[in-house]
């Protein structure tokens, strides 16, 4: 059992300070943090010159977060937001990602940002999910790997509930309150309300008022 001094200091003062150190080291023109920052280890951040990093008040980070934005890209994490341990942000192009106010990240979850990712309001993102916006070109006769990618943006409402180890592949549009089962993989745009699951995903149910 943990003592009353180290539990003050390892769920109070820690988390203050490695976010004030974090402030320090990373604040500059293109990196903005807010007030009340707190992080359980200093995250890997990475903003290229032309790239810009915003973090809104009252955001808590677990440990061993990974924030990269490359070429003209932005990542702006809004107010109230909790992003848990493991979590890699990747933005590049001209892409923004954006994670709307109250808004709770789950451990390892990957945004893989070649295109938008915008996620709205009090949405709860479980753990081990993967929003990609970007696939590989695999015509035949050439190697997948030298054939660049295409890019399409995923766009998540508000009040949006994502289980875990889903993923949610390019140009999917997510619309309020919809919910996207555990292991799913959602290929294609899902209904205001609307439950989905599988693979691909399908819809399965509705959330109905009481």
Not at 40 to 62: A, E, H, V, Y
Not at 71 to 85: A, G, M, Q
Not at 144 to 168: E, M, R, Y
Request: charged content about 20%.
């Amino acid at each position: 059992m943990l003592s009353p001094f180290f539990q003050y200091y390892h769920f109070r003062v820690k988390p203050r300070l490695f976010g004030w150190i974090t402030r320090f080291l990373y604040s500059n023109k293109n990196i903005i943090i807010g007030k009340n920052f707190t992080c359980d280890s200093i995250p890997n951040i990475f903003i290229g010159k032309n790239s810009s990093l915003i973090i809104g008040n009252n955001t808590q980070f677990r440990k061993d977060i990974e924030i990269r934005a490359h070429r003209e890209s932005l990542i702006k994490i809004d107010s109230n937001v909790r992003i848990d341990r493991g979590v890699r942000l990747l933005s590049t192009n001209q892409s923004q990602i954006v994670i709307g106010d109250r808004t709770a990240i789950g451990l390892y979850s990957v945004f893989n940002g070649g295109d938008d990712i915008i996620l709205g309001e009090a949405c709860l993102i479980s753990g081990f999910v993967y929003l990609q916006t970007s696939m590989h070109s695999h015509d035949y006769g050439t190697y997948i790997k030298d054939q660049g990618f295409s890019h399409a943006p995923v766009i998540l409402g508000n009040d949006i509930w994502l289980g875990a180890h889903a993923v949610v592949l390019p140009g999917c549009h997510l619309s309020d309150g919809a919910i996207v089962g555990s292991n799913a993989v959602v290929t294609s745009s899902v209904d205001t309300n609307k439950i989905v699951g599988g693979v691909p995903a399908k819809v399965i149910g509705d959330r109905k008022k009481q």
